[in-house]
């Protein structure tokens, strides 16, 4: 397993802690990396970072030989960790403009970042001053796959045979729309 593996994948952390840990400062930086910013240009309020995993991924191939080096891992976690901090943040000031919300609240388990805390404090302070902004305190920033799991365990126990058994199978009766909108 590669260095870059063992820290990014250290299961007792949530992974927004597992990037920033890692992270380098920039007066640190050794290598030239940058990575895109998804969707950033583009009109309305959705982004995926697809694409970013997927430069991250052709980034870390090209170089197999600094995977074992820290200051490279930790570069490419800081780039990371950059392009996703400013496309959020870019993504919900401007959704907060043109809706105009008295309060944003930074919630689950990306809250934890305190890099996207900060910056995203501070763009709503610069581009926002009359909208409250409220971040949990960090213990509270768990991800929210581990209490569903921990509940769907809980659940399972409690669960007949014959309901185990219907369980096991209402995934087949899914119709997923990715399209689907909120109301």
Known sequence: QTNFNKQ??????????KIQDTCLPD???KYKIQFPRPMLSKQGFNFSFSG???????????????????KYIAQVCHEFQRACVDVLVAKTIKAAEKYQPKTILLAGGVSANTELRKRLGEAINQNLPHTSYHVPELPLTGDNAAMIGAAATFRWQKMTDTQKK???????????????KMK
């Open 27 to 29: 007066r640190q930086a």
């Open 52 to 70: 970013l995993k997927t430069a991250v991924l052709y980034e870390t191939k090209k170089n197999p030989g600094l995977l074992k080096d820290e």
């Open 166 to 180: 219907s369980a096991s199978d209402s995934w087949k009766k899914l119709q997923p729309d990715a399209n689907l």
């Open 8 to 17: 990014i994948s250290n299961e007792s952390k949530n992974t927004a802690y």
